[in-house]
T-cell receptor
Framework: ETGVTQSPTHLIKTRGQQVTLRCSSQ?????VSWYQQALGQGPQFIFQ???????GRGNFPPRFSGLQFPNYSSELNVNALELDDSALYLC??????????????FGPGTRLTVL | SQQGEEDPQALSIQEGENATMNCSYK?????LQWYRQNSGRGLVHLIL?????REKHSGRLRVTLDTSKKSSSLLITASRAADTASYFC???????????FGGGTRLMVKP
């Protein structure tokens, strides 16, 4: 157990809808990162938040956005869902300050299906 | 795109045998990390090796890093059926926060 939780476990949406995924990090972990993992692939970095500020972003469009809250919870929002957004979404927390990415503690993921 | 490339993509061995997985990457790194994933669920951190280290051990795991060849290997000794999982390497750059994962090696250990 990593102490990182995610909700919901599974989610089904239709194309064009909006979705919010939630993550609760370990207490004391100031950094949270979100990843998208398509079936049979490795995780792809979406973005990272450090102390409620976006602190790095991968190659994802602006319709992917996030929030981090002072109580170690965070959200990933995806607008205008597309079929290719179907994937496992993982959040990961770490102790590190903004800078080099150290050991990540992953949640169990949210499986999003877009029809 | 993914910086790390694991080799082989899939590996099937008998219980008790050793399993070796390799990872190659393209750019300079601060550290390299190995993770395990069971059945499409969350990833579990196995080991982190920094760019100034050459070898690290953790239980039945041995990781090597060759920065001149931009490659790393993960050795699991005396494998067990419970080691069946996907294994990913991930690289952390010297600047920036993006952890970049490879495509993974799918390991099956037969009892």
């Amino acid at each position: 157990e990593t102490g990182v939780t995610q909700s919901p476990t599974h989610l089904i949406k239709t194309r064009g809808q909006q979705v919010t995924l939630r993550c609760s990090s370990q207490s004391g972990h100031n950094t949270v990162s979100w990843y998208q993992q398509a079936l049979g692939q490795g995780p792809q970095f979406i973005f990272q938040y450090y102390r409620e500020e976006e602190n790095g972003r991968g190659n994802f469009p602006p319709r992917f956005s996030g929030l981090q809250f002072p109580n170690y919870s965070s959200e990933l929002n995806v607008n205008a869902l597309e079929l290719d957004d179907s994937a496992l979404y993982l959040c990961a927390s770490s102790i590190g300050t903004s800078g080099i990415t150290d050991t990540q503690y992953f949640g169990p993921g949210t499986r999003l299906t877009v029809l | 795109s993914q910086q790390g490339e694991e080799d082989p993509q899939a590996l099937s061995i008998q219980e008790g045998e050793n399993a070796t997985m390799n990872c190659s990457y393209k750019t300079s790194i601060n550290n390299l990390q190995w993770y395990r994933q069971n059945s499409g669920r969350g990833l579990v951190h196995l080991i982190l090796i920094r760019s100034n280290e050459r070898e690290k051990h953790s239980g039945r795991l041995r990781v090597t890093l060759d920065t001149s060849k931009k490659s790393s290997s993960l050795l699991i000794t005396a494998s067990r059926a419970a080691d069946t999982a996907s294994y990913f390497c991930a690289t952390a750059p010297n600047a920036g926060n993006m952890l970049t994962f490879g495509g993974g090696t799918r390991l099956m250990v037969k009892p």
